[in-house]
């Protein structure tokens, strides 16, 4: 077993380095517990926790990595406001049309919309403290991708537990994350899609082309980090008016 202060002086470090996350203004707490790096604190946005989170696993001789990270939401929402905003989300998304949705609130669990056994699957939705839950079974690995992001562009939300099963159960593969990428990006009025490539080269996304402002170019950039399953995001996407 790895020294216990060793391993922790060793992932500190590793996240000091990363520019893209702020250990100062968001401190990370860090332990490690029965061979497992625990990782705990908010963060500024889903890049760092996913970067600190791969960091942490690149260290040797663990056996792995528990994640009780969140993001600092750019609203703060009630579970509430939260639960209902996701709702309409996944009721008026074309993909998601023949999924049975139903939504835990408390002891209570409500269909918002029954497909029936002929159906895409049923989405189950909790929220608790601004962490989505998202559970239950879809089609195809692009349905579990597309409601995870939904859960992420929810005004405040924190953290997306996508625990979806795909029946029957599907091989992911590179060319799966970007077709899922490409509907996304589609589906998000934020952004232009048609004036941005994608690559998925070892779940790593590189965007290029030209946006026509700084906030597209961050929103294609946090749409691709949203994906289930993405390591890192290299973003070149030039502004071009």
């Known amino acids: 077993m790895p020294d216990k202060k060793a391993v922790i002086k060793k992932v500190q470090g590793l996240l000091e380095r ?68 996701l709702c309409a989300f996944l009721l008026s998304q074309p993909e998601l049309k023949n999924c049975t949705i139903r939504v835990h609130a408390g002891d209570r669990v409500e269909t918002l919309r029954d497909a029936g056994h002929t159906g895409a699957g049923a989405i189950e939705i909790a929220v608790d403290r601004g962490i989505v839950t998202l559970e239950g079974d879809v089609i195809s690995l692009s349905h579990k991708r597309i409601a995870g992001v939904l859960a992420w562009w929810t005004p405040g939300c924190r953290d997306v537990i996508n625990s979806l099963e795909v029946d029957p159960p599907e091989e992911d593969n590179e060319d799966e994350v970007a077709d899922a990428l490409r509907l996304v990006l589609e589906m998000d009025p934020l ?40 390591d890192r995001v290299v973003n070149r996407l030039e502004v071009s008016p």
Do not use: C, M
């Not at 490690?32 to 625990?38: M, N, P, R, T």
């Open 191 to 230: 952004v232009e899609s048609d004036r941005i490539a994608a690559r998925v080269e070892n779940y790593v996304i590189t965007l290029e082309g030209q946006v026509r402002s700084d906030a597209q170019r961050r929103r294609a950039e946090f749409d691709a980090w949203a994906l289930f399953a993405v």
């Open 18 to 85: 990363e520019p893209r996350i702020n250990l100062h203004r968001h401190p990370i707490r860090i332990d490690f517990v029965e061979g497992a790096v625990v990782l705990e604190g908010d963060v500024e946005d889903i890049a760092a926790k996913k970067l600190a989170l791969e960091l942490a696993a690149g260290v040797e001789d663990i056996r792995g990595i528990v994640d009780r990270l969140h993001v600092v939401p750019a609203q703060t929402k009630g579970d509430g406001a939260i639960r209902d905003s």
